[in-house]
């Protein structure tokens, strides 16, 4: 849903700065300088639109820690269990400020020639602690809580990356940055290395 209003909000910005933009030019027969003048709106609308949420996963994982201490010069050991139960929501999307566009002049046309790879933008996290195993001389201490939490954290994100929401990000995005090229009567030409522009159209 958050994709979707993005989307949208770009659209109805670009809309209305198109039409201040074609009052303006009303009263020029400069085909040229009217074509240029529409390359440079749409690059500052491409260039403002910077990070977008694309798409959404919820992931859940138990993540089982043990630990071991040695005490009395090594003649016994004292162990300390945590299992802890993490859901996240991930937001997955772009930074559009890392795509590299150009216009080719003389036509309403604009190549996009770097496209960022999708990008983690924030996690919202819920941890649980359950089956605490500590000894008394062998406690969690605060640092290692907050270890753990990041460790499951970043497992969240690593389940996120390998799944499948940087694939539907990467159809959202052309999906929304042919909308607002074609809103103004444009269109867009990825040319971006095989390896990449493979991997755009999967």
């Known amino acids: ?25 009303k009263f020029t027969n400069k085909e040229g300088m009217l074509i240029k003048n529409e390359s440079t709106v749409l690059l500052e609308k ?3 639109v910077f990070k977008i949420v694309l798409a959404e996963g919820h992931f859940s994982e138990i993540y089982d820690h043990t630990s071991e201490k040695e005490v ?21 999307g772009f930074d559009f400020a890392k795509v590299k566009v150009r216009w080719e002049e003389g036509s309403r046309k604009m190549i996009i020639e770097e496209f960022p790879e999708p990008e983690i933008l924030s996690t919202d996290s819920d941890y649980k602690f ?37 694939k539907i990000a990467k ?17 867009i030409d990825f040319r971006l290395p095989s390896a990449e522009q493979k991997l755009l159209e999967l």
Request: aromatic letters at 10%; hydrophobic letters at 50%; glycine letters at 6%.
């Open 46 to 48: 491409i260039e403002k």
């Open 130 to 166: 359950y089956d605490i195993d500590q000894g008394l001389f062998n406690k969690f201490k605060n640092e290692e809580y907050t270890a753990l939490l990041a460790d499951a954290k970043q497992t969240m994100q690593n389940k996120a990356i390998a799944s499948e929401l940087p």
């Open 72 to 92: 009395l010069f090594g003649l016994h050991t004292l162990n300390k269990k945590a299992l802890i139960v993490a859901k996240a929501k991930v937001l997955v």
């Open 171 to 187: 159809k959202q995005a052309v999906v929304m940055l042919t909308q607002m090229a074609s809103s103004m009567g444009w269109d």
């Open 1 to 25: 849903m958050l994709s979707i209003l993005n989307i949208v909000f770009c659209l109805i910005g670009i809309a209305a700065g198109f039409g201040i933009f074609s009052v303006y030019n």
